[in-house]
């Protein structure tokens, strides 16, 4: 399918998000905001990172960009320097 194909996800609500870090894959459940509304799974896949900055009960999504290597690396380090200084380690976690 190429992209004129795809359908528009522009205005969608975000109803749910699952991040699959071991095979590199987000799966998003979406909702149209059309006339008649219609539920629609998005997969993206080969996913090497990600960034929902504050997702909010009704987010929308205004677009979806994909970006090479060369522009991540500047983008996210900056993101990550900020994100170490804030970082709490943990030392009694359990898992379930």
């Known amino acids: 399918m ?56 009704g987010s929308i999504i205004l677009d979806l960009d994909e970006w090479d290597i060369e522009h991540f690396i500047p983008y996210s380090r900056g993101r990550a320097m900020v994100g170490l200084s804030v970082m709490i380690p943990m030392t009694n976690c359990k898992s379930g």
């Open 2 to 57: 190429n992209e004129e194909e795809l359908p528009s996800l522009h205005d969608n609500i975000i109803l749910s998000y699952e991040v699959d870090l071991e095979n590199k894959r987000i799966r998003m459940r979406t909702r149209s905001s059309h006339a008649v509304p219609k539920n629609m799974d998005v997969l993206f896949s080969g996913v090497m990172a990600h960034a929902f900055d504050t997702p909010l009960h």
